[in-house]
């Protein structure tokens, strides 16, 4: 099945973000991705290739898509492939981060694929440098997920609801870490968290749902709305990566005042979400 996109849209850009994430099957050359999806409790794995160029993107998918309307949906969710970059770049086109607009020009927003998994995963992220985060994700997928055609399912909150912190301790988790993500497991199946309802919810009452839990700060509530839901509006300033990025623009001595932050993103107001995906990318590239 063949879908087709108006450009701007950098897959190529995007694989290569990916790519340090050990769970996800990225091949470069080819050009493709395989994702785990979950519909109505049946797993799937959906692949995407792309044929097509950043301003005339094209992309082959697996017949499964074809053959179930909501994979699509989903996947076009995913993939972010019904937001309009030209037009989100030309937001910034009288903004200090213009040129971040032109070098990475069709830089797409990419989803987590379900957002129990997005959850669980910015928990065990909390506090990590990012090679032990993957890793320790990776241990915790591939001990209690599952594997199909080579693509590694995330466990289902039912499963790490019955877990204790002593297993997920082996896996080299801290205590707290374990407690938390058994905390919200529980939570869902008990349903003080109903994560289906997430999509429909503002910004504040999604935050608000997250952070009343044990181990879910303000910092983690905000990485689900933006790599979860894909809000386009979030700005995460207590993120060191940003604050260096902003150092990084703006040619600082040091970080950004929080004042300076605030004063400056309104102006990216309502992509705020893109501003902070391409400081990060601009952070990860050597000169």
Request: proline letters at 5%; charged letters at 25%.
């Amino acid at each position: 099945m063949e879908v087709t996109l108006n450009g701007p849209y950098d897959f190529d850009k995007a694989l290569r973000r990916i790519q340090a994430n050990p769970l996800m099957i990225v091949d470069l050359n080819k050009r493709l991705i395989k994702l785990p999806l979950t519909l109505q409790e049946e797993r799937y794995v959906v692949t995407v290739q792309a044929t097509g160029t950043t301003d005339s993107p094209s992309f082959l998918v697996s017949e499964n898509v074809k053959e179930h309307p909501a994979l699509l949906k989903r996947l076009t969710e995913i993939l972010t492939w019904d937001i309009d970059l030209k037009m989100v770049a030309d937001h910034f086109q009288d903004t200090e981060l213009a040129f971040l607009f032109q070098k990475y020009l069709g830089l797409p927003l990419i989803l987590d694929v379900d957002l129990y998994r997005c959850l669980v995963t910015q928990i065990i992220h909390q506090q990590l440098n990012m090679t032990f985060a993957y890793r320790l994700t990776e241990r915790f997928a591939k001990t209690y997920g599952s594997e199909v055609e080579g693509v590694w399912f995330f466990p289902p909150p039912e499963k790490v609801a019955q877990l204790s912190p002593e297993e997920l301790k082996e896996l080299q988790f801290s205590t707290r870490k374990a407690e938390y993500v058994i905390g919200v497991s529980k939570a869902i199946m008990d349903g003080t968290l109903d994560l289906e309802q997430f999509p429909s919810l503002s910004d504040e009452d999604v935050t608000r749902q997250l952070t009343s839990l044990r181990g879910v700060g303000h910092w983690t509530a905000q990485c689900l709305l933006l790599f979860g839901l894909g809000r386009g509006d979030l700005f995460l300033p207590a993120d060191i990566g940003i604050q260096n990025g902003l150092k990084k623009v703006y040619q600082l001595n040091e970080k950004p005042t929080l004042e300076q932050m605030e004063k400056w993103s309104k102006l990216w107001s309502p992509y705020r979400s893109y501003a902070s995906l391409y400081l990060w990318e601009n952070l990860s590239v050597r000169e």
